[in-house]
């Protein structure tokens, strides 16, 4: 398997591209399923997630093509067409690779009726249940059964109907999936306390430049009138803000001074604030935001929340910044009961955290060491990679299939400015 060794130390300076959103283009393709024209995506990541999904949509009779897919492409274009849908049948062995498999549930419903979809079961960072997905689907009319470790759901009719739901929590994955199950519905549905992150703007964009009609994009309440069809488009997919978030906290580390070309600065309050809370100097420039840091950065206390309070996928790299922080720092993980799983092998590389249940203090290191570590998750992975740029001497990051999955072009983009990084292929 794949290792990504660091040699530690560097000050990291230039500008680094930012890639389209991983979870913005997880529920944009989906969408395609929707309409029996193309929709054509733009500025999409490379990562293991967007073909794995692609071949997903494959499965079910969705045709795909893939411009701008020569190496140096960043950025790549892809066209998929549901002509007609061949399987309405998301099977275990993709969705067991991929959670975000989930998000076809909702569009095949409004498309062909009926959908069959596995349970995604557990993962790394906790049980992570469908119960909100199933609940807000039915709630416009769907019959859902679940057996053999399958949810079976019927449009009775072949069509969702209007209705509302209150979602208990905020859910991200369940109001994607609500949304588009509801743009075909015959009659309102109305969803309330829907998540508001800028992805599920972005999925609504996509919706309503394919035809949908939906009120109230970017508050807690969505009001969607069903439409009899959608046809095809094309959209952009937003810039990366979590991958935007995660090389701000390797600039802070290293005492830097980077510019994240293409981020928006609009979509990343929480994370911003919380920059400049670590004493970072954070402005917005023509092209994106530039971020730089002189010295120890100050403790923080964060605590994640749904948008637009501080992201819960920002936690472990914020984390690994405040390790080499000059006091104690607070966070606090309210989104997830297990998401601290980065904690022992930062630990392996010299820091002092102690975790207590949801909470965790990050007392500062005058340095940390590097090691041979791995992580079981994505943003997990990522913290690992900021401790080792920092590090003194040699961190390897193993499971790197972890990491390709959510950033484009990791050694990359750092070794362009000044990182000392790189792969080494197992082969
Ligand atoms: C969550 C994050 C999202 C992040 C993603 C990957 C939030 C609100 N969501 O999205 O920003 O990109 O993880 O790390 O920060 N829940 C249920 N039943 C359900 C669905 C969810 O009880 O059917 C609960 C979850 O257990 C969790 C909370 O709701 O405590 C939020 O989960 P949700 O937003 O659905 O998770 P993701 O969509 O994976």
């Known amino acids: 398997m794949d290792q990504i060794v660091i040699r530690g130390g560097q000050r990291l300076k230039g500008r680094i591209p930012i890639s389209g959103a991983k979870n913005a283009a997880l529920t944009l393709l989906p969408c395609a399923l929707l309409t029996d024209e193309p929709l054509t995506l733009r500025n999409l990541p490379r990562l293991a997630d967007v073909d794995g999904f692609g071949h997903l949509l494959n499965q079910l009779g969705c045709s795909t093509t893939i411009e701008g897919s020569r190496p140096e492409d960043f950025g790549r274009v892809m066209t998929a067409r549901a ?119 972005d999925l609504c964009n996509c919706l309503v430049a394919m035809g949908a009609s939906i009120d109230g994009i970017g508050t807690e309440t969505l009001t969607i009138e069903g439409v009899d069809r959608l046809h095809g488009a094309t959209y952009r997919v937003m810039a990366d803000r979590i ?52 010295g120890r950065a100050e403790p923080v206390t964060l605590s994640t929340a749904p948008y637009p309070g501080f992201a819960t996928d920002m936690q472990a790299q914020f984390m690994a910044m405040a390790t080499l922080g000059s006091g104690a720092s607070l966070f606090t993980e309210t989104i997830f009961e297990n998401r601290y799983m980065h904690v022992p092998e930062l630990a392996r590389m010299g820091c002092d955290i102690d975790v207590r249940g949801r909470s965790a203090v990050v007392r500062g290191v005058d340095h940390l060491v590097g090691a041979p570590v791995m992580a079981t998750d994505l943003r997990a992975s990522m913290s690992l990679i900021i401790a080792g740029l920092a590090a003194q001497g040699q961190t390897e990051v193993n499971r790197v299939y972890h990491l390709d999955r959510g950033y484009e072009r990791l050694e990359e983009k750092l070794q362009s400015v000044g990182a000392d990084i790189e792969r080494i292929s197992a082969g």
Request: aromatic fraction near 4%; include cysteine; charged fraction near 20%.
């Open 83 to 201: 002509t007609t849908l061949t399987s309405t049948v998301a099977p275990y062995d993709i969705v067991r690779k991929m959670r975000a498999s989930i998000l076809v549930l909702g569009p095949l419903l409004a498309r062909a009726g009926e959908a069959t979809v596995s349970l995604p079961g557990g993962c790394a960072i906790g049980n992570r249940p469908i119960d909100l997905h199933l609940k807000a689907l039915e709630a416009f009319g769907a019959e859902i059964e679940l057996a053999s470790g399958y949810v079976k759901a019927v449009a009775p009719g072949g069509r969702l109907k209007g209705g509302k739901f209150t979602f208990p929590v905020v859910s991200v994955g369940a109001t994607e999936n609500a949304v588009m199950a509801a743009v075909l519905a015959k009659g309102t549905c109305i969803l309330e306390n829907a998540a508001r992150e800028p992805e599920i703007v």
């Open 243 to 294: 991958e935007a978030g995660s090389y701000a906290c390797a600039a802070v580390i290293t005492e830097g001074d980077v510019e994240l070309v293409g981020a928006q600065a609009n979509e990343m309050d929480a994370t911003l604030a919380a920059l400049r809370q670590a004493g970072a100097t954070v402005e917005e420039t023509k092209t994106g935001i530039r971020v730089a840091m002189s």
